[in-house]
């Protein structure tokens, strides 16, 4: 997830461009004994990724493919260069490859050099780069899975849910010769990892371990957001706990890793992800120099948002790409009602009319489900936001509940699995409304889209008993 401005630098939108910050790992049938063993080295200036793979591929791709966000073309060669005579990656489908430029089998020692860079990436974990020469990378960017050709590369969908994969997880081991490499909020001399879904960094950075959250923050980070970190996170995190139990395994301590990509003219930036016991974030520009009340308000916004999916994305995630509305508009809504619980002068509304001003015109002709494959992540934000709205009235008219407790007894039933889907989602609002025609209405607008969503949103918020009107063609939250 990351929110951008542009323009006059003192203002921050909430443009969703970037990562849905929860994606879960394929859950398709993987034949691990076709993974390879990757050692990543950092020595000085220069970075190696060393593939040994323990079988013949004519193919191998990589799992995390995704585009970047400003630009929609793929990252990997833009920081990765094969110095294997021979071989040759590319960009087929989904997916970036490597082949043999001989059309035979490619050879089971492979090696590529990197460059680390941070670039904003559509729903995967990018790279962070700290000021101070630190880089942290995603543990699964090096994951691989071989196919029999190139066609059946081109052929493969950009959602492997459900797919029979010859590899999976590749066994990675980190070394900096510079050092130990920091995992998990310790350093380590030596690391291996292998279905982690984390983040190692590789040079020096400051560990600040505390009450219940370790922070690893860039050393020219603003120094008011690092003390906004430390002082409001703890406080967003005992609130969701109070409303919901307890976050998903491997979150009780919690490491937060924060990287600072300078002072940009004319840019107030924020972006971050979650994984199992880590929040990672990054901001940007100059307009976040300073702590002004709009830019203290959208920070916390934000970190409410990121822990949020402590609960709702790792206790359970979702089960298909397409339904990262579950999640990130859950996300939304969680965030903005613990803000407004912690600080009753927050305009809760005023968010809550930018994600129905903004899921009116995503879900315009166009199935929301597909927003992704358009590059449109936002939708997922915003459309899930308007129907977790829905939820939250149709709680409300039946015992004068809110959104945490339509969540609660829907968390609960589906942490033994870890798997909300949109069935068990969209059954939950049935059962607390009495009403299958919201459920109706949703699967129209994920499906289909519609022509007409002012009418389709007012229809769904008139149904579940959103306080709303309808002006000059827009829904107005009241």
């Known amino acids: 997830m990351r929110l951008k401005a542009f323009a006059a630098a003192s203002v921050l939108t909430a443009a969703l461009l970037g990562a849905c910050a929860a994606a879960p790992l394929p859950q398709g049938t993987w034949d691990a004994r076709a993974a390879p063993v990757v050692e990543v080295t950092r020595d000085g200036d220069r970075w190696t990724a060393d593939y040994v793979f323990n079988r013949d591929a004519q193919v191998w791709?990589?799992?995390?493919?995704?585009?970047?966000?400003?630009?929609?073309?793929?990252?990997?060669?833009?920081?990765?260069?094969?110095?294997?005579?021979?071989?040759?990656?590319?960009?087929?489908?989904?997916?970036?490859?490597?082949?043999?430029?001989?059309?035979?089998?490619?050879?089971?020692?492979?090696?590529?050099?990197?460059?680390?860079?941070?670039?904003?990436?559509?729903?995967e974990y990018g790279t962070l780069t700290f000021s101070d020469g630190a880089v942290a990378l995603p543990t699964r960017q090096f994951d691989v899975f071989a196919l029999k050709s190139i066609e059946a590369a081109e052929a493969m969908p950009a959602d492997l849910n459900g797919v029979d994969l010859e590899g999976g997880p590749s066994t990675v081991t980190w070394r900096d010769t510079a050092g130990p490499v920091l995992f998990n909020g310790e350093r380590r001399a030596r690391l291996t990892t292998t279905g982690e879904r984390s983040?190692?960094?590789?040079?020096?950075?400051?560990?600040?371990?505390?009450?219940?959250?370790?922070?690893?923050?860039?050393?020219?980070?603003?120094?008011?957001?690092?003390?906004?970190?430390?002082?409001?996170?703890?406080?967003?995190?005992?609130?969701?706990?109070?409303?919901?139990?307890?976050?998903?395994v491997g979150s009780e301590t919690s490491t937060v890793m924060v990287s600072w990509n300078g002072p940009t003219e004319r840019l107030s930036s924020m972006g971050g992800s979650v994984l199992p016991g880590l929040i990672v974030m990054q901001f940007e520009g100059v307009g976040v120099m300073n702590p002004s009340n709009e830019v203290q308000e959208r920070s916390r916004w934000f970190i409410?948002?990121?822990?949020?999916?402590?609960?709702?994305?790792?206790?359970?995630?979702?089960?298909?790409?397409?339904?990262?509305?579950?999640?990130?508009?859950?996300?939304?809504?969680?965030?903005?009602?613990?803000?407004?619980?912690l600080n009753p002068a927050y305009d809760d509304?005023?968010?809550?009319?930018?994600?129905?001003?903004?899921?009116?015109?995503?879900?315009?002709?166009?199935?929301?489900?597909?927003?992704?494959?358009?590059g449109e992540h936002r939708a997922y934000y915003a459309c899930g936001a308007v129907?977790?709205?829905?939820?939250?009235?149709?709680?409300?008219?039946?015992d004068g509940g809110d959104w945490f407790d339509f969540l609660r007894p829907v968390l609960a039933a589906n942490r033994a699995d870890g798997v909300l889907t949109r069935a068990e989602w969209l059954e939950a609002l049935t059962r607390v409304s009495g009403d299958p025609s919201l459920a109706e209405t949703i699967g129209g607008i994920l499906d289909q889209g519609v022509a007409d969503p002012t009418a389709e949103i007012a229809s769904l918020f008139r149904k579940a008993g959103v306080p709303h009107r309808v002006e000059n063609g827009k829904v107005i939250l009241i």
Request: glycine fraction near 8%; proline fraction near 6%.
């Open 349 to 374: 509304r005023a968010e809550l009319q930018t994600e129905v001003d903004d899921c009116t015109d995503l879900a315009r002709s166009k199935p929301v489900a597909e927003a992704g494959d358009r």
């Open 304 to 341: 409410g948002h990121e822990s949020a999916h402590f609960w709702l994305g790792q206790a359970v995630r979702y089960q298909f790409a397409r339904e990262a509305w579950i999640t990130e508009g859950g996300a939304d809504l969680m965030a903005v009602r613990a803000l407004k619980a």
């Open 387 to 398: 129907f977790a709205l829905a939820a939250e009235a149709a709680q409300k008219r039946r």
């Open 199 to 248: 983040y190692v960094l590789l040079g020096q950075a400051r560990v600040t371990p505390g009450e219940g959250l370790t922070t690893v923050i860039d050393p020219n980070l603003p120094s008011w957001i690092g003390e906004e970190i430390r002082s409001f996170a703890p406080h967003v995190g005992d609130y969701y706990q109070r409303r919901l139990g307890k976050p998903g």
């Open 61 to 123: 791709a990589f799992m995390d493919s995704a585009l970047m966000t400003d630009v929609r073309q793929p990252w990997r060669p833009t920081q990765w260069t094969v110095e294997t005579p021979g071989v040759v990656m590319e960009r087929r489908g989904n997916y970036d490859v490597i082949r043999s430029l001989d059309g035979g089998p490619v050879p089971r020692h492979v090696r590529f050099s990197i460059q680390p860079k941070a670039v904003d990436l559509e729903a």
